[in-house]
């Protein structure tokens, strides 16, 4: 009992000198506070200012951003209407299947791209073609037209012409423009501005001051006031000195006296060609931070008093709220791996001739990243985005994809379309936007005489520069359609050749140290032998159909057997990867037989029926792996094939 009695006093004086050191802690902060606000608020109204200025350059660089982010649209959009445009002429196809696609690709772009985009142009085989129907007049000289000049003048690389009003429609136009690869061939489309102007409009500094767009000669391209757009402010002597120094300066902000008041100018560049530009006055940027203050200094007496009193409260439930948000977190993230790892195979899954190849390459660029020093969440980055790096082939037909031999140079043009059609699934992904990066640029060669954009050296994404060394390599140490895995020694060879011209030389050497790590040759696909399957049918005419459809596929050997007795035969006595049993059989039925392989093996069964009866029912209890019902396509069966053999 006494010993109960000074434990009890022992927690009493513990607890008493709890209480005191939370109130001691609480007077003390509470003095912290006063000294530390008393110095701060002496410096708050020049540090407003310099936050101010920095909150306006902060909101230009976004607005810049939205609408660098909408050319480069359009730019991504004529580069592949220059590919298709490439590869047909190059297939030699005529000027009318041309500007059928032409056409197509005009609707295509106006319904679901941006109806701002109006249609798809060029002088394409010594001919005026108009994808939007329009018949220039006689006197209408396309090699004359900015349009074709400037991207002749450009080399082959996209250009964006100089913006001009259209008097009909009020609406400033520019044209986006490419040489094609015979030198004389444009391809071009026209871009009203009105997206530009939309983003414009939204310009300012918390609903104070304006903004505008303008290129080198002066035109304003887009006004937050509308009535303003097309405007040539070099010819307002105003504005043209605002101007003047804005040309001058760039990406900065200054003050000017505008029309007899004192105001903040912040300007940006776009693209080197266009200027954005915010006006503020400085009477409305600053008028309200003494009243910013004064409020500030109550707020935060009531945010202290509230939080101790919500700490108190909240102290002892911390503990378990982190521990709960922890769980959280992690089943989270184990979620985001299990999606990007079906998405990975969701991808492989296009070619029937490999598996596996995202997940090698991925974990082929982490480990390159590890050893180039990056960090475990770095290396976790790269992880994910070579996971996704083939994405795009989703476009690509299954019929180019799993095609059993070497591409035609057309075929391989259509391939090489997979890393922008990748970068355009991604790029929305704002959480994690450098998984378009791996998608777009893991075909570039560090000698520019890659694709899709011909980028070179350290202008290619770091990442994409990992991954295209793992990408490489994994393609050499696998079998393809056409060959099998490359020996090590060819595979060395290739990578070392292709130092500074293909890789960047430090990847590169990177991934012949592990290559020469790799005594056994374990960083390659593992050589599968053939597939057996077993086909159980008391119908020989069914049974010849099955063996006509995989008489071209290399990859399985099939076993055809009329009856279940004969079935439970083979598989005593051979290794089978995957049975098909029809419900219906002269001596036993498919039921029955299915209920003694599962019973017996692991293997598993594909049930073939010949009408919808309570069969399948029957078969989807015994965890058959699918069904299909006669007569069945070709392309079904192998695609069962080949999901089940690949689950």
Known sequence: MEQNKQQATLYSRRSKSIRRLYFFTVILTLAAMLVLAIYSFRSFYSNAVDEALALGESTLKQEVEQLNAYLDKGIDVLQ???????????????????????????????????????????????????GIGWVPDDDYVPKERVWYTDAVEAGGESVIVSPYLDAQTNTIMISVSQML????????????????????????????????????????????????????????????KLLDKVYAKGETNFN?????????????????????????????????????????????IIIFLLVMIFCTIALHRASLYMNQLDDSRKKLDSLNETILGILAKTIDAKDKYTKGHSVRVAEYSRELAKRMGKSEEEQKEIYNVALLHDIGKIRIPNSLINKPGKLTKE??????????????????????????????????????????????????????????????????????????????????????????????????????????????????????????????????????????????????????????????????????????????????????????????????????????????????????????????????????VHSVLNK
């Open 181 to 240: 690869y015979d030198k004389d061939s444009v391809v071009s489309y026209d871009i009203a501005l009105n997206r530009i102007q939309e983003i414009t409009q939204g310009i300012s500094l918390n609903h104070q001051g304006y903004g505008f767009v303008c290129d080198k000669e002066g035109l304003v391209v887009a006004h937050s006031n509308e009535e303003e757009k097309g405007a040539n402010y070099k010819k307002n002597k105003t504005m043209s």
């Open 256 to 300: 000017m006296e505008l029309n007899g008041k004192s105001c903040t100018v912040f300007s940006n560049v776009i693209r080197d060609d266009w200027y954005v530009v915010m006006v503020v006055d400085n009477t409305e940027l600053f008028r309200n931070v003494k009243n910013v203050l004064i409020r500030n200094i109550a707020l935060c």
């Open 80 to 130: 592949v209407t220059a590919i298709n445009i490439e590869s047909m002429m190059r297939r030699r196809q005529s000027n009318e299947e041309i500007l059928h696609t032409l056409t197509n690709e005009s609707k295509y772009y106006m319904e679901n791209i941006d109806s701002n985009f109006t249609g798809v142009y060029g002088w394409i085989n010594g001919e005026y073609l108009d």
């Open 411 to 640: 075929e391989y043009d259509l391939i090489k379309l997979h890393p922008v059609a990748g970068y355009h699934i991604l790029k929305d992904i704002s959480e994690n936007q450098v998984l378009s990066i791996g998608a777009k640029f893991h075909h570039e060669r560090y000698d520019g005489t890659g694709y899709p954009n011909g980028l070179s050296g350290d202008n290619i994404p770091e990442y994409a520069r990992i991954i295209g060394v793992a990408d490489s390599y994994d393609a050499m140490a696998s079998n393809r359609s056409y060959r099998n895995a490359l020996p090590q020694d060819v595979v060395r060879s290739e990578i070392e050749k292709g130092r500074g011209t293909q890789f960047d030389p430090r990847i590169a050497d990177i991934m012949l140290q592990l290559i020469d790590e790799d005594k056994d040759y374990q960083m390659r696909e593992s050589g599968e032998e053939k597939k057996t399957i077993l086909v159980a049918d008391g119908d020989r005419k069914n049974l010849k159909m099955v063996k006509s459809i995989f008489k071209d596929e290399a990859m399985y050997q099939l076993i055809s057997v009329t009856g279940g007795k004969k079935a439970l035969e083979v598989l005593n006595k051979t290794k089978v990867d995957m049975v098909f049993l029809a419900t219906q059989m002269p001596d036993m039925d498919g039921h029955e037989i299915l209920e003694q392989i599962k019973a017996q093996y692991t293997v598993p069964v594909v049930f073939m029926t010949a009408n919808e009866d309570s069969s399948i029912q029957k078969a989807l209890e015994l965890e058959v792996e699918d069904f299909l019902t006669k007569p069945f396509l070709p392309s079904v069966l192998m695609e069962v």
